[in-house]
Every structure is written in C-alpha cells, then in structure tokens.
C-alpha cells in the first residue's frame, strides 16, 4: 500500500497519532518508533485523503455504524438483517465490513469465495441484489482460513481505503459493522468519516451484566465522539422457539440421555394438538439487573427493543440469507421488522414498512 506522508507507516507503534498529528514524534507513544525523528520534523497539516473520503461519500445519503462493546453478541447477524430488511425495501444500500480480523459479513451475506473487481471508478463492491452491495476484507484473504495478523496502522490503512476507493455509486444507507470494542478501527472510521457525517450508531448487546458493562463503555465511546446513539437493540434476549421443533430427552436411571422425540411430538399431536403452534421460551441469560432496558435509562440513550435467540435466525445467518423472507424465523423476524421500523421512524422515514413474511 502506497504511503503519502500523510499515511501511518506500517512500522509504526501501535498507538501511533498519525505523521499530521501535532504531537507526532513527540508524544509518549512515540518513543522508540523507527519513524520518529522523520515525523518530528514533517510538514503537518490536513490530510489529503479525507477530501477523496468526503467526495466519495457524498453521494451516501445515510451512514449507520453497527458496534458492541462485547464480541458474540451478534452484531455482525443484526447488520446483515438490517441490510437485507432496507434493501427489501427498495433501498439502494451497501454494507460495510470493518472488522478486519474477524470478517463474518461474506459469510452471512452468502458471498463467501467471490472477489473484489477493480473498475476505473474504483473497487467494485460484491453485490448480493442489484440494490445491496458489500465490501470487506474476507474478499481479499487468498483462504478462508488466513488469519488477518495486522497492527492498528495497517488496520487504519485498509479501512481509510475501503472509504475512499469503493465505488458504491448513489446510496441511500451505508451500513458500517464495525469490530466489538473501542479501538483504531473504530477512533479511524470516526475520524474519517467526521465531515461527511454520521447519522449515529446502533449498538447490540446481550442482556447478562457482562455484556453491559462493555456495552456501557461503547456508549461512553460514542458519546465523547460526537456519534448520535440511535439506540441499543438487546439480542439474544431469551429463547424462543416452537415447542414442535424442539427435541425432547430422558434421563435413565443409569444418567444415560434418550432420545424421546420421536414419541413427546407424536403425544402432543394426539392429545393436545394445540400445543403444536405454541412457542416455547427460556431465559438463558440472567437478566435479574434489568437488561439493557434499565442500562438504556440510566444511561440516557433509546431501547430499540428485544430480540430472541432463535435456531432459525441462526440459520438464516449460517446460510447467507434474509430472516424476511419466508415465515420460518417466527420468532426473531417480527422482533427485527419491529427495531429497524422504529430506527426509520426515527430517521423521520415515513410511510415505509416490512411486509409480515416478505419483503415489500
């Protein structure tokens, strides 16, 4: 990757300020970096690069960034359902995959193995529909398997290069999945992202003690960023399935499991047929603390509502395609259809809705 000296060297320290920062080569976190006599002494002043970012982004109606402060609370799952929800809804959208090191968006999307084509616009996104494009960096790992071992300079430069070279052409939302926590990647896509403007961002949590007081950080993050929180969605809030889906064991008297499907669906449906359409739900993770319901309040940001663990979600997930479009994710659909509903009203989008089991 070609450096300007605008760029952050690749050998640089980890908490590198940047070659235009005034403190460059100066501050603590300069010390010992092969580059700091060369950035002591370089001309400072605004980087170049982000006129290129602001004039490719202005034609991007809507930025939303995705973050949690904890992995595994499905963040990366509710931004391609958000995707996919706004692009069935005659959105032009693209996606925006920014966790470097753990790039799950090609498989969710169902794009694993495609490649990123280069045009004289720019990089080419890697389109699902005609109206949902995606860009990450799963595209350019040569197997699957490769792990992405980069330092938060390299980091920076690939996400700064995701902005300013992809050619996503007039969009009406940027979705941006960003890595859990509230590192470079995320202090990088602010910073570049600053003059162009960002309507805000959602963040996902679980609803255990644990996950909050990660999530409590993000939100502090945003808030001294100046990044508007358009709320937190609670995920995985509770199991929720079909009692006619579920499987059903029996304990022997040796403590062996048996598997005593086979007969439980065959009792209900002879003797209580009803109990057939009923959805069964388990609260899997403590939320005796008051869930992200009571963080929100405390905290003074917007609950946009709760999210079920469903098998079927997961699914959807694991096989790249939208929860709308058929009624088999019962559970976690309608609780999604009703969160992204309540970010457009308010983004003040009217008159817009998700169809019950397809998308309009």
Known sequence: ?????????????????GPQSESAGKSDDCQGCPNQEACATAPKGPDPDLVAIAERMATVKHKILVLSGKGGVGKS?????????????NYQVGLLDIDICGPS????????????????LGWSPVYVESNLGVMSIGFMLPHPDEAVIWRG?????????????VYWGELDYLVIDAPPG????????????????????????????????DVRKEVSFCKKVGINVLGVVENMSGLQQLLADFRFLRVTEIEEEKDVTEWAVEYMRKNAPEMMSLIAYSEVFDSSGGGAVKMCRDMGVPFLGKVPMDPQLCKAA??????????????SAPALKRIIEKVLENQMVSGISIIDGAQS
Do not use: W
């Not at 450096?3 to 050998?11: T, V």
């Not at 300079?153 to 995701?162: A, H, L, V």
């Not at 963040?203 to 255990?208: A, D, F, M, S, Y």
């Open 1 to 17: 990757m070609a450096n300007g000296y605008q760029e952050i060297p690749e050998n640089a320290n980890e908490h590198c300020p």
């Open 77 to 89: 799952t509710f931004s391609a359902q958000l995707s996919f929800a706004l692009a069935g809804m």
């Open 105 to 120: 968006i090609p498989k969710m999307l169902g794009l694993e193995g495609q490649d990123i084509h280069q045009s004289n």
């Open 153 to 165: 300079p390299r980091k920076n430069g690939i996400i700064k290069q995701f902005l300013k070279d």
């Open 182 to 213: 509230t590192s470079d990647e995320h202090i990088s896509i602010v910073q570049f992202l600053h003059a162009t403007g960002i309507d805000g961002a959602i963040i996902v949590t679980t609803p255990q003690q644990v996950s909050l007081i």
């Open 318 to 331: 694991e096989e790249g395609r939208s929860c709308f479009t058929d009624q088999k994710c019962q559970a």
